[in-house]
């Protein structure tokens, strides 16, 4: 599956080669920082209930995302990385509905690069089946649970 995995946004004008290859080397190094400031910031920081340092986190997720949604598809693993990398932030400032749009974004492609009874396709439902019940539709809440 690593076709589907690493997949490129289909252009009038494909990336070169060598675009795909810096992306790649880009979204490797922004997940390596990403990491770096999480723990730097958790360790700094002396409130845990502050959100600061979760805008700051979250603003490197949509600037990387941005960025890498130039050439990468959104089933792309290092797009899906950092958006359930955002998602992980906004559940931790308590953006209920900014955490439900990146889990949307990223159920689709999981189910797809994983087998169905995946941990990580089921712990995505769960949250999600969280979200929708916290955010008052029991609806799609008791499905995504059901899945």
């Given at each position: 599956?690593?076709?589907e995995?690493?997949?490129?946004r289909?252009?009038?004008?494909?990336?070169?080669?060598?675009?795909?290859?810096?992306?790649i080397?880009y979204?490797?190094?922004?997940?390596?920082e990403?990491?770096?400031a999480k723990?730097y910031?958790y360790?700094l920081?002396l409130n845990?209930?502050?959100t600061?340092?979760?805008?700051?986190l979250?603003?490197?997720?949509?600037?990387?995302?941005?960025?890498?949604g130039?050439?990468?598809?959104?089933?792309n693993?290092?797009?899906?990385h950092?958006?359930?990398?955002?998602?992980?932030v906004?559940?931790y400032?308590?953006d209920?509905?900014?955490?439900?749009?990146?889990?949307?974004k990223?159920?689709r492609?999981y189910?797809?690069?994983y087998p169905s009874?995946?941990?990580?396709?089921?712990?995505?439902?769960?949250?999600l089946?969280r979200?929708?019940?916290?955010?008052?539709?029991?609806?799609?809440?008791?499905?995504a649970?059901?899945?």
């Amino acid at each position: 599956q690593d076709k589907e995995k690493l997949e490129i946004r289909k252009l009038n004008d494909p990336p070169s080669a060598e675009t795909v290859r810096d992306m790649i080397k880009y979204a490797r190094n922004v997940i390596e920082e990403f990491r770096r400031a999480k723990h730097y910031k958790y360790i700094l920081c002396l409130n845990p209930d502050s959100t600061g340092f979760g805008v700051e986190l979250l603003e490197i997720c949509e600037l990387s995302l941005d960025k890498m949604g130039a050439v990468f598809e959104e089933s792309n693993v290092y797009m899906l990385h950092m958006m359930y990398q955002a998602m992980g932030v906004c559940l931790y400032v308590q953006d209920w509905e900014g955490a439900l749009r990146y889990g949307q974004k990223i159920i689709r492609p999981y189910s797809k690069h994983y087998p169905s009874y995946s941990l990580n396709v089921a712990s995505m439902w769960l949250k999600l089946g969280r979200l929708y019940m916290a955010l008052e539709n029991r609806p799609a809440g008791v499905k995504a649970l059901k899945r």
